[in-house]
T-cell receptor
Framework: IAGITQAPTSQILAAGRRMTLRCTQD?????MYWYRQDLGLGLRLIHY???????GKGEVPDGYSVSRANTDDFPLTLASAVPSQTSVYFC??????????????FGEGSRLTVL | KNEVEQSPQNLTAQEGEFITINCSYS?????LHWLQQHPGGGIVSLFM???GKKKHGRLIATINIQEKHSSLHITASHPRDSAVYIC?????????????FGQGTRLTINP
């Protein structure tokens, strides 16, 4: 592993199903983020974590949950998927959060389609 | 009005041309990021700036903190530079957790 790895890269999901998008980084970054990218709306923050054991809500958190049990992993869970959650999801990380964020590193994205 | 405005929204140029993409923001910031996203692809960080100028290969990024403005320049542009370029800023607000993104500039370089 080098950098950030997301899985799956693409998924079609029936509405109502539970889905977890995985994100793993090997850079020992403290801060991790989940964004969704939709045409015309740009990147929007779903949830973030400043350090292992802590998480926070971004601007579009409803319908999503995250956990940060350790430094490397930051999974995003859709408890009961709805069509409006069809999007491309990007995981990102940085050395620190806040003012001294440092360079951002992004995963390759997970394209999710909810039918 | 968005806190981060990019211009132009779309730019088409011929190979070899000098390219400038602008980013203006309305809040105090601690850092500004330039990101690149190829069609259907992932997002790559090009630069992080808090002052002055940075250069990497044919890419140059500048920032003027007083004027709240940054520019991304591409010299000797090439079709492989075709991508969406995104400006993002980290506001100086206590407890700020959210990068503020511009809407992106779609660049197309024709051979």
């Amino acid at each position: 592993i080098a950098g950030i790895t997301q899985a799956p890269t693409s998924q079609i999901l029936a509405a109502g199903r539970r889905m977890t998008l995985r994100c793993t980084q090997d850079m020992r970054h403290n801060a991790m983020y989940w964004y969704r990218q939709d045409l015309g709306l740009g990147l929007r923050l779903i949830h973030y974590s400043n350090t292992a054991g802590t998480t926070g809500k971004g601007e579009v958190p409803d319908g999503y949950s995250v956990s940060r049990a350790n430094t490397d992993d930051f999974p995003l869970t859709l408890a009961s998927a709805v069509p409006s959650q069809t999007s491309v999801y990007f995981c990102a990380s940085s050395v620190l959060a806040g003012f001294s964020t440092g360079e951002l590193f992004f995963g390759e994205g997970s394209r999710l389609t909810v039918l | 009005k968005n806190e981060v405005e990019q211009s132009p929204q779309n730019l088409t140029a011929q190979e070899g041309e000098f390219i400038t993409i602008n980013c203006s923001y309305s809040v105090g910031i601690s850092a500004l990021h330039w990101l690149q996203q190829h069609p259907g692809g992932g997002i790559v960080s090009l630069f992080m700036l808090s002052s002055g100028k940075k250069k990497h290969g044919r890419l140059i990024a500048t920032i003027n903190i007083q004027e709240k403005h940054s520019s991304l320049h591409i010299t000797a542009s090439h079709p492989r530079d075709s991508a969406v370029y995104i400006c993002a800023v980290w506001p100086i607000i206590q407890g700020a957790q959210k990068l503020v993104f511009g809407q992106g500039t779609r660049l197309t370089i024709n051979p």
